[in-house]
């Protein structure tokens, strides 16, 4: 391998932009986390049920 191709490689970013959903209602948010944590599950307010619920990581959509 030669150096250039060392010297010109994109590096990773630290954070992902990843798609979430309600458990109750399906409802999404997209959110940022780090790339090296674990699934990000947290509780928030769904607008559909105007409740505060529990929403995890469905998928990740794209590198910041």
């Given at each position: 391998m030669f150096l250039?191709?060392?010297?010109?490689?994109?590096a990773k970013s630290?954070?992902?932009l990843v798609l979430t959903q309600s458990v109750v209602t399906g409802h999404q948010l997209v959110r940022i986390r780090d790339r090296l944590?674990?699934?990000l599950?947290?509780?928030?307010?769904?607008p559909y049920?105007?409740?505060v619920t529990?929403?995890?990581e469905k998928r990740k959509l794209c590198s910041l």
């Open positions: 250039t191709n060392i010297l010109l490689r994109k630290k954070r992902v944590a674990d699934k599950e947290f509780r928030s307010f769904d049920i105007r409740k529990l929403y995890k």
